[in-house]
């Protein structure tokens, strides 16, 4: 009798112990979950919108500028090539059989060329210059130099370009491009030079 009612104490004991040991193990309560604003995404998702439309505008402009830029670059460098041209053109020598001051056809081709170009610059002045390589006298050579000039210059003038707008000049053998002493070198002394002495700086080109 006296060890059964020293074993229920302890019982209770024991039960009160898992007790509280159980409730020192609970699991603990989950964490609250974050509450979705849907309306801070919407916003959000609209910035991003409206910024990458932004960055694509920026970018077609940037695109268009460079393509108006290259666009400028190529329109200048081709006036600047047709510009030279012209000044090629107009510069353009003529060359000369022995003793004569007849032009040939290719002579007569290289002054039609420069038609066009003094028609569209009524300011353009040239001079035309007469060479001769360096047999015979001083005073030969000038003359044929003069004759020579003065055949280009009728040759433009008789296609309606103002006589006041040429001038012509000899100046003999005085400056040859070349001085070996042989054909080859004497057919380029036999030669008009053509000299842009005014309205040069700007030309209008024909069909501009």
């Known amino acids: 009798m006296h060890r059964l009612t020293r074993v229920a104490p ?15 193990r609970r699991d603990p309560e989950p964490a609250p979950q974050p509450v979705v604003n849907q309306d801070s995404i919407d916003a959000a998702r609209r910035a ?3 910024a990458a439309a932004e960055r694509a505008r920026q970018d077609s402009i940037a695109a268009a500028e460079r393509a ?6 190529r329109e200048s460098e081709r006036m600047n090539r047709m510009m030279a041209e012209a000044r090629n053109t107009l510069t353009a020598t003529i060359y000369f059989e022995l003793d004569q001051s007849t ?13 066009p170009l003094l028609n569209a610059n009524s300011g353009l002045r040239v001079q035309v210059v007469g060479p001769a390589d360096e047999r015979g006298s001083d005073e030969y050579n000038l003359a044929l130099g003069q004759r020579r000039a003065a055949a280009a210059k ?11 707008r040429i001038t012509v000049v000899s ?15 004497w057919s380029q002394n036999r030669r008009d030079e053509f000299e842009i002495v005014a309205g040069g700086d700007n030309l209008t080109l024909p069909n501009q």
Not at 103 to 115: F, P, V
Not at 154 to 164: E, K, P, V
Not at 173 to 183: A, F, K, L
């Open 103 to 115: 032009l040939s056809d290719q002579s007569r081709a290289t002054l039609d060329a420069k038609l």
């Open 48 to 50: 991003d919108s409206i």
């Open 171 to 185: 100046r003999g053998e005085e400056q040859p491009v070349c001085s070996t002493s042989d054909e080859s070198c």
């Open 68 to 73: 108006r830029a290259d666009s400028i670059a």
């Open 154 to 164: 009728r040759y433009l003038t008789d296609r309606g370009i103002a006589s006041d």
């Open 10 to 24: 302890l019982a209770v004991i024991t039960a009160a112990a898992l007790l509280a040991a159980g409730a020192c």
